[in-house]
C-alpha cells in the first residue's frame, strides 16, 4: 500500500478505518482492472450501492464527487461499486466479499495489503450502463 496516499485519504476522511480502506483497495483494484491512467483525461464514473465511509476512499484515488458529476449512489446495501471508463467503454463492478471475523486494526491491513485480491473483491460487469454523456 502506498502510505503517503493512504494518509491523503485519512486525511480527508478524518480517521483511519476498515471501512476507509475497501473504498481505497476498491479504487485501486479498479485502476488495475481498467488501466486507468489517472494523470490523464479519462472520463471516470463510479456508481456506489452504499453511502459508507468506503466512498472516500473512491472520492480520493479515484476523484469521483457528487460536484463534478462523476459519483453516483444507489441504495444496493452492498460494498460494491461499479466504475466506467466513459472515455474507452470499459467497466468493472467490485463486490467486496464476505471476510473472516478480525479485530479492527488486523481487518484495515488485511483489506490494504493483502496481495490478492481476488481473496477481498468479486469482479464482475455492471448490471447497468451509464446513460451517455453529452
Known amino acids: ?33 481498467l488501466s ?6 479519462d472520463k471516470i464514473v463510479c456508481v456506489a450501492e452504499n453511502e459508507s465511509c468506503s466512498v472516500d476512499g473512491i472520492r480520493v484515488v479515484l476523484e469521483c464527487t457528487g460536484q463534478k458529476g462523476n459519483l453516483f449512489f444507489i441504495q444496493g446495501g452492498k460494498q460494491a461499486f461499479s466504475v466506467f471508463n466513459q472515455t474507452t467503454g470499459a467497466s468493472v463492478r467490485l463486490i467486496l466479499k464476505e471476510l473472516p471475523a478480525m479485530e ?4 484495515e491491513d488485511f483489506l490494504l495489503n493483502e496481495p490478492d485480491a481476488s481473496n477481498l ?3 464482475e460487469k455492471p448490471h447497468f450502463e451509464l446513460p451517455e454523456q453529452a
Open 1 to 33: 500500500m502506498n502510505q503517503e496516499l493512504w494518509e491523503k485519504c485519512v486525511t480527508y476522511h478524518g480517521h483511519h478505518c476498515p471501512g476507509l480502506a475497501i473504498g481505497v483497495r476498491a479504487s485501486l483494484e479498479a485502476i488495475k482492472a
Open 104 to 107: 479492527r486494526d488486523e481487518m
Open 121 to 123: 473483491f468479486d469482479f
Open 36 to 41: 486507468l491512467d489517472m494523470s490523464s483525461n
